[in-house]
């Protein structure tokens, strides 16, 4: 199982440098673990860049994997990682998420660079 952090998602979605990178995970949403937090950010971002009908459509898409709600038990375990790794609140969320489930995380963002169980793809061009 997988967890596609939502700048993965947005990679995709937009064609960005790194879609191809994430395709092969999001292209199968039975293997996906997708937290609640993600579809929140997703449908932000989408009714804010494109619009409601397309990030409904793209929320519909995320109901095909195993969506995790934000209970007690992970809020403590967010807490705990955030302080751990200095991680924003989305952030620990979407970590504490990919433990919990024993996914690992696939993600561009430079918060998670270094974390364990972290798949990480980097935007910046390395020197010829």
């Known amino acids: 199982m997988t967890i ?4 993965g998602w947005i990679e995709w979605l ?3 440098v790194l879609a191809s990178e994430f395709e092969p995970y999001l292209l199968k949403p039975e293997l996906l673990v997708v937290p609640t937090t ?11 860049e494109r619009s409601e009908a397309m990030a409904l459509e ?3 898409y995320t109901q095909q994997a195993s969506i995790v ?7 403590l375990r967010t807490s705990a990682l955030s302080q751990q790794y200095r991680l924003s609140f989305a952030d620990a969320i979407i970590y504490a998420t990919a433990e919990q489930e024993n996914a690992g995380l696939v993600t561009a963002d430079d918060h998670f660079e270094n974390l364990p169980n972290v798949r990480f793809f980097s ?5 010829i």
Do not use: M, N, P, S
């Open 58 to 60: 793209i929320i519909a």
């Open 14 to 16: 937009t064609d960005g």
């Open 4 to 7: 596609v952090d939502t700048c």
């Open 123 to 127: 935007k910046k061009q390395t020197a």
């Open 69 to 75: 709600a934000f209970t007690q038990t992970l809020a």
């Open 38 to 48: 993600i579809q929140y950010e997703l449908h932000k971002w989408i009714c804010r």
